[in-house]
């Protein structure tokens, strides 16, 4: 099945810097890969989204990039806020294997005022 | 959040007692799921369900069961819960358009 490692696990930054979380992925039929941030004490909620057919795709400070080629995706944050501190998960997804998603073991950012 | 409920938020039991969570949707997805989630393993897929009574095994099936007897209720039940099921226990639905979205949790100990 799907493979998705997610570095690093932890990752402070001062506030204004950027931040970058990876992941990378193993079954080339994974076509949709979401990131979700998820605050202490609550459920993930998606954040920005990209399919396989986009290279990149930016939301205001996010940005996610995708290189299919070498089956890794990237969560950009830029002029990072205190409120961004959380963790945040990305997963793959593919048609192929009936809509489950394949989650990576998280990384905590913590930005630092 | 597509309005998913779960049920009870928090629950302590003893080992060898039954346990059923209870997820709650009010979108009309067409697919539900259960993972657990634990300290350095993310978020680990249970079981989900692609319809009334169709469901699946996920990675970590093992100790727990599902049902779907309605579109908007997906239960998971634990028949003999043991300590190493003590867990926060997310419930997610997906529509149409592949986005994903999760429940608030149910943190679960298991004495």
């Known amino acids: 099945g799907e493979n998705v490692e997610q570095h690093p696990s932890t990752l402070s930054v001062q506030e204004g810097d950027s931040a970058v979380i990876k992941c990378t992925y193993s079954d080339s039929a994974s076509n949709y890969f979401p990131w979700y941030k998820q605050e202490l004490g609550k459920g993930p909620q998606l954040i920005i989204d990209?399919?396989?057919?986009?290279g990149e795709k930016k939301d205001q400070r996010i940005a996610v990039t995708l290189n299919k080629t070498a089956k890794h995706f990237s969560l950009h944050i830029t002029e990072t806020q205190p409120e961004d501190s959380a963790v945040y998960f990305c997963?793959?997804?593919?048609?192929?294997?009936?809509?489950?998603?394949?989650f990576g073991t998280g990384t905590s950012l913590t930005v630092i005022p | 959040d597509a309005g998913i409920t779960q049920s009870p938020r928090h629950k302590v039991t003893e080992t060898g007692t039954p346990v059923t969570l209870r997820c709650h949707q009010t979108?009309?997805?067409?697919?539900m799921y259960w993972y657990r989630q634990d300290p350095g393993h993310g978020l680990r897929l249970i079981h989900y369900?692609?319809?009334?009574?169709?469901?699946d095994k996920g990675e970590v099936s093992d100790g727990y069961s599902v049902s779907r007897s309605k579109t908007e209720d997906f239960l998971l039940t634990l028949e003999s819960a043991t300590s190493s099921q003590t867990s926060v226990y997310f419930c997610a639905t997906t529509g149409n358009q592949e986005t994903q979205y999760f429940g608030p949790g149910t943190r679960l100990l298991v004495l």
């Open positions: 369900s692609y319809g009334v009574k169709d469901t």
């Open positions: 990209i399919r396989s057919n986009v």
């Open positions: 979108e009309n997805h067409r697919y």
């Open positions: 997963a793959a997804s593919s048609s192929n294997t009936g809509n489950q998603f394949y």
